[in-house]
T-cell receptor, first 115, second 112 residues
Framework: DAGVIQSPRHEVTEMGQEVTLRCKPISGHNSLFWYRQTMMRGLELLIYFNNNVPIDDSGMPEDRFSAKMPNASFSTLKIQPSEPRDSAVYFC?????????????FGPGTRLTVL | AQSVSQHNHHVILSEAASLELGCNYSYGGTVNLFWYVQYPGQHLQLLLKYFSGDPLVKGIKGFEAEFIKSKFSFNLRKPSVQWSDTAEYFCAVTPRINDMRFGAGTRLTVKP
């Protein structure tokens, strides 16, 4: 398996623009997670899905952030409008089941820079 | 606020030195505990995890961690580090199913 796939790997955009980050989880995995990593705040869970259904989005910082999972093999994280403080590395992860003991498998991340 | 604390931000060791990275958490009840590693330029990978049973957990690449419930700790150890262990190490706790909370990370530099 190719592992968790994220695109793009790098994104540079200007303040106010819409940004869409994409994730393809490992085939057969039932849970998908979006994280943000910054120097100041470390790794933060933004939202996670079980069987394509959003379960907890309490980590989503603002209404400018939204995430969707239209099917088991694809998810998006959208920021509209983007701001410089959104600059971070965004990781997607997936896990086989919905148990807290399952290992999460991380993608390579998308490094977002908002100018 | 409930949290995961990693006390060492940056640790520098020489090869063959022993390693111990601290991790404490403040969540009550049953938790699952993980250590992840992020090698330079790579994504996070699982080193080891604990959810029940023997509190001394062995992971990949010679790493182990000990869960001490009374101390709310899950410290990572390796008896002899190698240059290739240079990476950032993250402790993580799931106080609720699928709600993984990460520590700030500890950067380990191993000098050859």
């Amino acid at each position: 398996d190719a592992g968790v796939i994220q695109s793009p790997r790098h994104e540079v955009t200007e303040m106010g623009q819409e940004v869409t980050l994409r994730c393809k989880p490992i085939s057969g995995h039932n849970s998908l997670f979006w994280y943000r990593q910054t120097m100041m705040r470390g790794l933060e869970l933004l939202i996670y899905f079980n069987n394509n259904v959003p379960i907890d989005d309490s980590g989503m910082p603002e209404d400018r952030f939204s995430a969707k999972m239209p099917n088991a093999s694809f998810s998006t994280l959208k920021i509209q409008p983007s701001e410089p403080r959104d600059s971070a590395v965004y990781f997607c992860a997936s896990s086989p089941g919905t148990s807290g003991t399952d290992t999460q498998y991380f993608g390579p991340g998308t490094r977002l820079t908002v100018l | 606020a409930q949290s995961v604390s990693q006390h060492n931000h940056h640790v520098i060791l020489s090869e063959a030195a022993s390693l111990e990275l601290g991790c404490n958490y403040s969540y009550g009840g049953t938790v699952n505990l993980f250590w992840y590693v992020q090698y330079p330029g790579q994504h996070l990978q699982l080193l080891l995890k604990y959810f029940s049973g023997d509190p001394l957990v062995k992971g990949i690449k010679g790493f182990e961690a000990e869960f001490i419930k009374s101390k709310f700790s899950f410290n990572l150890r390796k008896p002899s580090v190698q240059w290739s262990d240079t990476a950032e190490y993250f402790c993580a706790v799931t106080p609720r199913i699928n709600d993984m909370r990460f520590g700030a990370g500890t950067r380990l530099t191993v000098k050859p």
